[in-house]
């Protein structure tokens, strides 16, 4: 599959002002609206890509019907090569969100070189992973297919020192880790995101700052997250 050739309808609005997107405090995040420039992910300052996105015909639909199943959850590991029939058995029911995972399975061994792509599709009533971190993975892809999307924090806003528990307990908003608070982004639903991770080669003790948004039982989220199982190199990434 050539990515670049292919196309993803995009929302006409951007996600922060464009003063803001461009200027310099804004080196680890890349905002773009095309397949191509996930690419840019591979650049050595930029750990966090989000490509712009409105759903393809029929995924709402889909991502309604399975966020209404209390407990839904698929986990399982698709060789890139026969993804799309592993996708579409594993998510039988849900044709429009199996073909939409198969596409960005794809994309991502094609981004990659990877083989294997593991793959979860779940709903969540609370946050995954409610304070800001880093992943110990080389890279991950999220989206929100209903619900609040992923919130992240560009490298250049965050004191790492206080990630995890030398925070001592406290908020993020309050434990010193963000420089400028009011810098706190977020993905809308069916954005897709790119977080480099700590085990990206070179990238230990830059992986991407981001965390899970708020949900309930009575407004859930419905995320898929999908990880290259092994190769990523070019020129062993950065």
Not at 32 to 60: C, K, M, S, W, Y
Not at 148 to 153: I, K, N, S, Y
Not at 157 to 166: F, I, M, P, T
């Amino acid at each position: 599959m050539n990515v670049a050739a292919e196309c993803v309808e995009r929302a006409p609005e951007v996600h922060v002002d464009e003063a803001v997107r461009h200027t310099s405090s804004f080196t680890s995040l890349r905002w773009v609206d095309a397949i191509a420039d996930l690419t840019d992910i591979f650049e050595p300052h930029v750990n966090l890509v989000v490509l712009q996105r409105v759903p393809p015909p029929g995924v709402v639909d889909d991502a309604q019907r399975a966020i209404a199943q209390p407990g839904f959850r698929r986990f399982f590991v698709t060789p890139a090569a026969t993804a799309a029939s592993v996708v579409a058995a594993e998510l039988s029911g849900f044709s429009h969100v199996a073909a939409d995972i198969h596409f960005w399975v794809e994309a991502l061994a094609e981004l990659t070189g990877c083989e294997s792509v593991g793959v979860r599709l779940e709903r969540a009533d609370a946050a995954m992973c409610p304070r800001f971190h880093v992943d110990r993975v080389t890279l991950r892809l999220v989206s929100t297919y209903a619900g609040r999307g992923t919130e992240f924090v560009a490298s250049e806003h965050v004191d790492r020192g206080r990630l995890g528990h030398a925070s001592q307990g406290l908020a993020d908003e309050v434990s010193g880790l963000l420089l400028r608070p009011e810098c706190i982004r977020a993905a809308r639903a069916f954005d897709v995101v790119l977080l480099k991770g700590e085990a990206w080669p070179g990238n230990h003790g830059q992986g991407a700052v981001h965390r899970s948004p708020a949900a309930t039982a009575t407004e859930p989220r419905l995320v898929v997250t999908l990880d290259p199982l092994d190769p990523i190199d070019p020129l062993e990434a950065s």
